[in-house]
């Protein structure tokens, strides 16, 4: 009687820590870029993002965790049997679905670490430009290169 209770639930465990382990990598990919974000920076790291990292850890492991526990409660309940999901009987669906969106929620914060640094650097170029030169000068140094390349241009279709 117990065999057939467990029979089928290893399968489940083990995709589910699979799952588990693929979040944490994501969870520390994105420690690596905020802390690399903050070197190219030359900002000092501070201890509110590994408190972050932490917090993180917990939410979504503990999500996961939950998540499997569903699943295991499905697993021994027959529901995907009962309604003719044969296929996915033994799949920890829900703890799949619940690492899915966590690594999207770090892709996401992955990606505006990323958009920030360019936003950045852009700013800086800006700022470096406008010591350099006036607005004027930029827009005289523009309409001369502009000139330029106009007159190379039509030298180039004249040979």
Do not use: N
């Amino acid at each position: 009687m117990m065999e057939a209770l467990f029979e089928g639930t290893q399968m489940t465990i083990q995709i589910g820590m699979v799952a588990i382990i693929i979040v944490f990598l994501a969870i520390i990919i994105d420690l690596v870029s905020g802390m690399y974000k903050a070197w190219y920076r030359k900002e000092k790291w501070k201890s509110d993002y590994l408190k972050r990292t932490g917090f993180k850890f917990v939410l979504y492991h503990g999500c996961m965790l939950l998540g499997l526990l569903i699943d295991l409660l499905i697993h021994f309940s027959k529901l995907y049997l009962w309604w003719g999901w044969d296929m996915v009987y033994g799949l920890p669906l829900i703890t799949l679905a619940v690492g899915i969106f966590w690594c999207i929620v770090e892709f996401l914060s992955v990606r505006e670490k990323a958009d920030e640094k360019v936003h950045s650097e852009i700013a800086r170029a800006e700022r470096l430009a406008k010591q350099v030169f006036s607005r004027e000068e930029l827009v005289e140094i523009l309409a001369e290169a502009m000139r330029k390349s106009v007159l190379e241009g039509k030298t180039k279709e004249t040979l």
